[in-house]
């Protein structure tokens, strides 16, 4: 299984989760987890509170049309997996979310840079299990 290089555009990326997280924190003092916004549009907890979220959800949504617009072609995905892979995968993330209290965003973006102890926890539990688990896929399980 190969995996691509892609050094400038995931800066870019990057760069714009950083951006989105400081001007959402800036603006409406809230983090920016991904798992947390959605979760708020599903249960929200007001009109209000609703809105913002809906907002983030729909740029996330609109991005890789906004990305056509610009360049005139869809971004390539290659996703190297069934969908019940993918499933059982959300599935796990789910519950790991449910477990450490927030996502890869809410805690690696967000809370290690408030130099929250809890997300450099949850930050070096996440990356130990994603290591973990490309080892197992790529050189145990054969994948």
Same mark, same amino acid.
């Given at each position: 299984?190969? #995996?691509?290089?892609?050094? !400038?555009?995931? !800066?870019?990326?990057?760069?714009?989760?950083?951006?989105?997280?400081?001007?959402?924190? +800036? &603006?409406?003092?809230?983090?920016?987890?991904?798992? =947390?916004? +959605?979760?708020?549009?599903?249960?929200?907890? /007001?009109?209000?509170?609703?809105?913002?979220?809906?907002?983030?959800?729909?740029?996330?949504?609109?991005?890789?049309?906004?990305?056509?617009?610009? #360049?005139?072609?869809?971004?390539?995905?290659?996703?190297?997996?069934?969908?019940?892979?993918?499933?059982?995968? =959300?599935? &796990?993330?789910?519950?790991?979310?449910?477990?450490? /209290?927030?996502?890869? /965003?809410?805690?690696?973006?967000? =809370?290690?840079?408030? &130099?929250?102890?809890?997300?450099?926890?949850?930050?070096? #539990?996440?990356?130990? /299990?994603?290591? !973990? #688990?490309?080892?197992?896929?790529?050189?145990?399980? =054969?994948?």
């Amino acid at each position: 299984m190969e #995996t691509s290089f892609t050094p !400038l555009a995931s !800066l870019a990326g990057g760069v714009l989760i950083g951006l989105a997280a400081v001007c959402l924190m +800036l &603006l409406r003092g809230r983090i920016m987890g991904a798992t =947390g916004v +959605l979760a708020g549009v599903i249960w929200p907890a /007001s009109r209000y509170d609703w809105t913002w979220r809906a907002a983030l959800l729909a740029g996330m949504f609109t991005g890789p049309w906004i990305f056509r617009a610009l #360049t005139g072609a869809l971004p390539v995905i290659d996703v190297p997996s069934s969908t019940p892979l993918l499933v059982v995968g =959300g599935c &796990l993330v789910g519950v790991g979310v449910t477990l450490g /209290s927030g996502c890869t /965003s809410g805690h690696g973006v967000c =809370g290690m840079a408030r &130099l929250s102890p809890r997300s450099f926890a949850a930050t070096a #539990t996440f990356m130990l /299990s994603t290591g !973990l #688990t490309v080892y197992v896929i790529r050189h145990l399980w =054969g994948g």
